[in-house]
Structure formats: C-alpha cells, structure tokens
C-alpha cells in the first residue's frame, strides 16, 4: 500500500519535470483534449438527455400534487442535476470510458517496450506520455459537464413536450427559479469536476504504467483503473460535498 | 567504445548477473549471446540505464555513465539508438512520425529538413513510399527497418539491437543483420547486438561475449567460435544436426 502510494507520488512528481520541447507536449496536450473530451460528447450527451428525461418523468409521478405547483419538476431537475448526476454520475462513466482507455493504452505501451523506448531515446516517458493526460482532463472535463447540464435540461425539456406532464414553460420556470444560488452549485459541480479528473486519470496512468506482464495484465489494469477511480470519486464527492455544501 | 566492469545484477536475491567485464568496440558488430534467461537482455538494460547494476561502472568512451546524475545521462542517451525486439514503434504515429520523432524531440530543425532527413533513413533501409502507413499496416520485417531508421535518425554514436531478428523468415533475418553491419560501418558506431541465433553469430560477430547464466564464459570472434572448446558455447553452437555434422 504505501509501497504503491510512493510509485504514484514518484509518477506525479515526475510529471511537473521541464519537457523536453514544448511544441511536442503542446501538440501532445491538444490530441488528449480531442482523445479524452471531444471524443467522449456522444456517450456523455446521450447519458444525460436519458437521464434528464427519466428525472423528469420520476419526479413529476412522484410529487403529482394540487398542493404542489408544476416547476417544482423543473426546480428539482436542476438540483439533482447540477449537484449530483451530471458532475458525478457522468464521472463515474467517463472512469470507465476514459480510466480504462488510458490504462490499456499505456500498459499496451509498457508490455510492447514502447516506454523504454521513450526512456532510452532519453524522454522523459511520465511527462510525455501522463502529463498531458492528466492536463487535458483537467481542461476539457468541466467543458465536458457543462454540455452534459445542458442535454441534462433538454432531455428533460423533449420528455415535457411530447408527453406533456407537465407543461414546458412551467419545466423551464423551475429550471430558471431560485437563480441566485446557480453560481454556487456551479461552482461546486465544476470543482468536483476537476478532482475527479485528476482521479481518473492519474490512477488510470498509474495501473496503465506501471504494469508488469502481458496481455493479461494489460486487461487486469483496466478493470483496476476503472474500480480504484470509482472508489476515490465515491470518497472525494462525500468529503467534497461536506466540505462545500455544508 | 563501451565498457563494462565487474557488472552484478540480482532481483528478488536472484542472482541475474555476476561479474561481466567486456568491452564493445567502436565500428564493429559486438554480440551478446546466450541461451534464453542466461542475462543477455538484462546486462544490456544495464548498459542502457533501465535497470542500475548492483555492483559494477559502465562506460560510454570515457565517460562513467553508471555513476551520472538523470539529466546527464539524457545527454548521453541522445546519442543511443535502440532497436527493440519487438520494434517497439509508437502504435499511434505514422512510419514517417515514429522516425522524425527523435528529431522533433530533441532537434531545432525545421519541419522540411526533417522530411528530408527521414526520407534519408526510410531510404537507407530500403522502406520507401509507406511513410503515411502506421506500424499495423506493415510486414514484421518492414517494422524492423523502420526502427533502425528511427535509430539512426540522430546519427546515434551508440547503436543497440536487441534480438533484431527474433520472428523473422531467414531471408529477411540476413537483410537485417547486412543492414545492420553496414550501418555500423557507415557511422562508426559502437553497435551491440543481442542475439542467440547463430546464423547472425556466423554472419556479423566480429567482437563476441558468450554469457552463461548470468556468467562470463567466453569471448572471441565468428572465427574463433567454431574451433570453441568451452563446453556450455560448444553445446550452443552445435546444437544443431547440421552444424554437428559440418564440424565432423
């Protein structure tokens, strides 16, 4: 344990070395935000339109109430959006989309000498190949929920207009209402956002890179990567939420 | 030239290496051979800096490079090209990035000269018109050529291959081993190639290290190899009926 605890603060103290040439890890930052963001826009918008709409649907049965006015839906949609589903529930699946990508491909990198390639041409292999990893992942995340909040609310929006269980402008009333606090829960999802960025990539790049073995290994890693980053955003959204929510 | 000096290697207790002294000499083909698991690859980890040796220096010309802090031995690695057993080319480049590779990293050149110093070293080793194609798209052999190119992109003074023929039909194998041995002519590189396949013995060996469990057991050339009384050599030279029978 504390074993592995030292060979991952050695991987991210190895990362933050000068690079080599900039332009290289530049253009090296740029194919990780398309590899690791751009490409995950599709799962990430068609989990959160589902959500959105099942949300609604959900919510709007079970609080169906005279007492009770229509944007509530709404007003809960937003909440449990903003706070919990896309911040979380959208990390927990890009742990397994991108954990598992990046701890095949670096332990693919390791069991075919790639790595020592890198390291014998005399590249620093962390920096090059985990540093803009976890950089890009760090940029493009909190770009990645955003666009997940906005499928969140259309989602929702598509189910209201064609089932009409509630009506639409009451769905967008309750997703305007209480505005005030919007930047906080922004602010909250967005900071959550980035820790989890960096747990998924860097304990992704810790299994992918420091793996031994074969084919095998290569599998195990990835199914390692993706249940240890699960864990850790598990844990780190408890202390986070508690830490700023309360 | 390198040397290396009284070298030991253990892991887990395991004694891998124990106390080999060599030196590879500049402009010649120098082989490391052995069975499988008698350290050949290991010492040659130690050579290049991936594993530290437990005991022992190893020296680059006149340089310690065992004793060298990280960033001083990049210096030194700059001038190392390396030839892995399986290519070990970056799956996600083309044929022509994997060899500019080198040069973007550590050159200042410009983007044309790199080009042409690619299509220079894609040339040489005799792959020509693949440079848009990636690793998976080309022949095992076609690989091999491509990671010399990538070797010698830098004008290594240091050039190491490490079984550059394993998987290899015999014909293909005798064209690397040729381009190899020219190379080393050409650039007056000190080349150190990891083998046990005794056609590559008997073809390019001219400066031999024979290791036998992690041990020295002999040194010579392809000349000197036949005529070998060493039993642990003559057993791995003339394992096969063939040679048995040609010796006889």
């Given at each position: 344990m504390i074993r592995n605890l030292g060979k991952y603060m050695y991987m991210l103290y190895h990362m933050f070395f000068k690079p080599e040439k900039f332009s290289v890890y530049w253009r090296r930052f740029l194919d990780e935000v398309v590899q690791l963001g751009v490409k995950s826009l599709f799962i990430v918008s068609l989990m959160s339109a589902f959500m959105g709409a099942v949300l609604v649907i959900q919510t709007a049965t079970a609080i169906e109430?005279?007492?009770?006015?229509?944007?509530t839906v709404g007003f809960t949609i937003k909440q449990s959006m903003l706070l919990e589903f896309c911040p979380t529930i959208i990390s927990l699946i890009l742990a397994g989309k991108v954990g598992s990508n990046i701890a095949s491909e670096l332990g693919t990198m390791r069991v075919t000498e790639q790595i020592d390639a890198l390291e014998v041409m005399g590249v620093n292999s962390i920096g090059y190949l985990v540093g803009p990893k976890i950089l890009a992942a760090l940029f493009i995340f909190p770009i990645v929920i955003m666009y997940s909040m906005f499928f969140g609310f259309f989602g929702g929006g598509l189910v209201c207009y064609f089932t009409e269980i509630i009506p639409v402008k009451q769905y967008i009333l309750g997703i305007r209402s209480f505005s005030e606090d919007n930047f906080v829960f922004i602010r909250y999802a967005l900071t959550k956002t980035i820790v989890f960025a960096f747990i998924i990539t860097s304990i992704s790049s810790y299994y992918g890179y420091y793996l031994k073995g074969g084919a095998l290994e290569v599998g195990k890693a990835s199914t390692n990567a993706v249940v240890y980053s699960s864990i850790f955003i598990l844990f780190a959204n408890y202390i986070l939420t508690q830490l700023m929510l309360i | 030239m390198i040397q290396v000096k009284n070298i030991s290697k253990s892991f887990s207790g395991v004694e891998i290496l124990n106390d080999i002294s060599f030196v590879f000499e500049k402009g010649k083909t120098n082989l490391i051979i052995g069975k499988s698991g008698s350290g050949k690859s290991v010492l040659t980890k130690c050579i290049v800096g991936l594993l530290e040796p437990d005991i022992g220096d190893v020296y680059y010309d006149d340089i310690k490079f065992s004793s060298l802090k990280s960033q001083d031995k990049k210096k030194v690695r700059k001038q190392i090209g390396m030839l892995f057993q399986g290519s070990a080319l970056f799956d996600s480049l083309s044929v022509e990035e994997n060899v500019a590779f080198p040069l973007r990293m550590f050159t200042k050149m410009t983007e044309e000269e790199i080009i042409e110093r690619v299509n220079f070293c894609l040339k040489r080793v005799n792959i020509l018109n693949k440079n848009s194609l990636y690793p998976s798209e080309i022949s095992g052999g076609m690989q091999k050529r491509v990671a010399i190119a990538r070797a010698i992109s830098m004008k290594p003074k240091y050039l190491f291959c490490d079984e550059p023929n394993s998987g290899l039909d015999p014909v293909t194998a005798i064209v690397i081993d040729e381009l190899i041995q020219e190379l080393t002519k050409e650039y007056q590189m000190t080349t150190i190639v990891i083998t046990h396949d005794m056609n590559s013995v008997l073809e390019i060996g001219e400066n031999i290290l024979f290791i036998d469990g992690g041990v020295k057991k002999w040194e010579g050339n392809k000349e000197e190899i036949l005529d070998v009384k060493v039993k642990e050599l003559y057993d791995f030279v003339y394992v096969s009926r063939f040679l048995q029978k040609m010796k006889k």
């Open positions: 109430s005279a007492w009770i006015p229509d944007y | -």
